[in-house]
């Protein structure tokens, strides 16, 4: 008895159904491929007038804090701060008349005290818990990027964390952009632009920390243009010495003004100093006089290009087809054989 062996016709129909399917594999994977998105642009900041801020709602909270804590105005401005006490317990808004003096926190009550009575503070405003008052004060013509500290000077809640500061930005012609630094280690944007109508000319970075609370910053540039340095042992060799140094506290939202003066046209780096922040990336440059390089272009937003959506369809037709001719072979019988003739 002979016996039949139907899976033959699917053996012949294997090569083709192998091929059909390679090919579907390659345009599903070339059509994944082809799926792009737009990229982001890096950012890019340019100089410009600084603007005035003459008004500000802050509050008095007992954590205790103030909210805000840092201050932007003008030299010259008449300021208004209205003071919200938010809190159970009464708070006070004394600001510093000392420019850019820093009160310890490790003072007592009465060695910040002795401080403001030897210099008397620009105003000095009790709010009672759950009330509200205004601080009102003017700004000398003179002033020039100072910064002034305010305190509570309610007992020791200045040494648990009620402090701020009032910066004070410039009506000269001092050219002022910003940038924020991360706990990611960047500055953002890294990219700063000057364009000033002639040299020298003075250039203001108001310096923001926008990451963790626990890192500490600074905003240092190089002094010499169109240098890039290796490390920031560059700044302890002789004649190294750094245009600004600005160093940035370890507080969320804590802002620095960085003021230096720029004598020639250049690329300028700017870094970070604390130890390990510029190897991991911390740098920019800022674009004095001359212009800032274009961003390179974003990838295609188009989700499959042309060309390659149609030699995928005419790739994946085929598979079809040899799908399609593989099917039939499979079910084909076999031709009959010839009858054997014995002799």
């Not at 200045?158 to 009506?171: H, R």
């Not at 050219?175 to 990219?191: C, D, R």
């Not at 600005?246 to 130890?275: H, M, R, S």
Request: with cysteine; net charge neutral.
């Amino acid at each position: 008895m002979t016996s039949h062996r139907p899976i033959r016709g699917w053996r012949r129909a294997g090569p083709w159904l192998a091929a059909g399917l390679v090919l579907a594999v390659i345009v599903a994977g070339g059509g994944g491929r082809a799926i792009a998105r737009a990229g982001v642009l890096p950012e890019v900041g340019i100089a410009h007038p600084a603007v005035a801020n003459e008004s500000f709602p802050m509050n008095l909270t007992d954590a205790p804090a103030f909210a805000p804590r840092f201050l932007l105005a003008d030299p010259g401005a008449n300021v208004s701060i209205h003071l919200h006490n938010t809190g159970s317990s009464p708070h006070t808004f004394t600001l510093s008349s000392v420019s850019k003096a820093t009160f310890l926190l490790n003072w007592t009550p009465t060695q910040l005290n002795a401080t403001f009575n030897a210099n008397p503070p620009i105003v000095n405003v009790s709010v009672a818990p759950g009330a509200s008052a205004y601080a009102n004060f003017s700004l000398a013509a003179n002033l020039s990027f100072d910064s002034f500290e305010f305190v509570s000077v309610v007992p020791y809640q200045f040494q648990a964390g009620m402090w701020g500061l009032l910066n004070v930005s410039s009506n000269s012609p001092p050219l002022v952009t910003e940038v924020n630094a991360t706990s990611s280690f960047s500055f953002v944007p890294a990219a700063l632009g000057v364009e000033p109508a002639s040299f020298p000319t003075n250039v203001a970075v108001l310096v923001t920390n926008v990451g963790s609370p626990s890192l500490q910053h600074t905003f240092t540039v190089v002094a010499q243009p169109n240098v890039s340095i290796g490390s920031i042992s560059y700044f302890s060799e002789p004649g190294n010495t750094p245009l600004v140094n600005a160093p940035l506290q370890a507080v969320a939202g804590a802002t620095v003004w960085a003021n230096f003066t720029i004598l020639k046209a250049g690329v300028y780096e700017f870094v970070c100093t604390v130890p390990g922040h510029f190897s991991s990336g911390m740098f920019g440059y800022l674009y004095a006089g001359v212009p800032v390089p274009p961003p390179a272009a974003p990838p295609s937003t188009q989700v499959v290009d042309t060309w390659l959506l149609g030699g995928s369809l005419a790739l994946l037709g085929i598979a079809g087809l040899i799908l399609l001719v593989a099917t039939f072979a499979g079910r084909l019988p076999e031709p009959p054989k010839r009858p054997e003739h014995s002799h």
